[in-house]
């Protein structure tokens, strides 16, 4: 049975930081890209940043800078370390295991809040 299980969201004032954590079982993580993506009320879930197996990131511009996504294989763990946060960031953040040809996978999503 396959799980990706997020962590560490919550409320925080703008400017803050936030470090989400999904870890996956039941894959054969190394192999799969991951990516964290974004959803607010009434608009479409949306790729914050990814990490695609074999190296290298991306990012949607508005988090270019204020934003890093990493993996630890051994750990079948990605993050989202999260800096300068702003209210736009606030949104459900969902991780997602993808690998071509293959189901996708959606963790449960975690809530982060900026707001003063």
């Known amino acids: 049975q396959v799980q990706l299980v997020e962590s560490g969201g919550g409320l925080v004032q703008p400017g803050g930081s936030l470090r989400l954590s999904c870890v996956a079982s039941?894959?054969?993580?190394?192999?799969?890209?991951m990516g964290w993506y974004r959803q607010t009320p009434g608009k479409l879930r949306e790729l914050v940043a990814s990490?695609?197996?074999?190296?290298?990131?991306n990012y949607v511009d508005s988090v270019k800078g204020r934003f890093t996504i990493s993996r630890d294989n051994a750990k079948n763990t990605v993050y989202l370390q999260m800096n300068s946060l702003k209210s736009e960031d606030t949104g459900v953040y969902y991780c997602?295991?993808?690998?071509?040809?293959?189901?996708?996978?959606w963790g449960q999503g975690t809530q982060v809040t900026v707001s003063s």
């Open positions: 039941g894959i054969i993580f190394n192999m799969y890209d």
């Open positions: 990490m695609p197996s074999g190296g290298g990131t």
């Open positions: 997602r295991a993808q690998r071509s040809g293959l189901r996708n996978y």
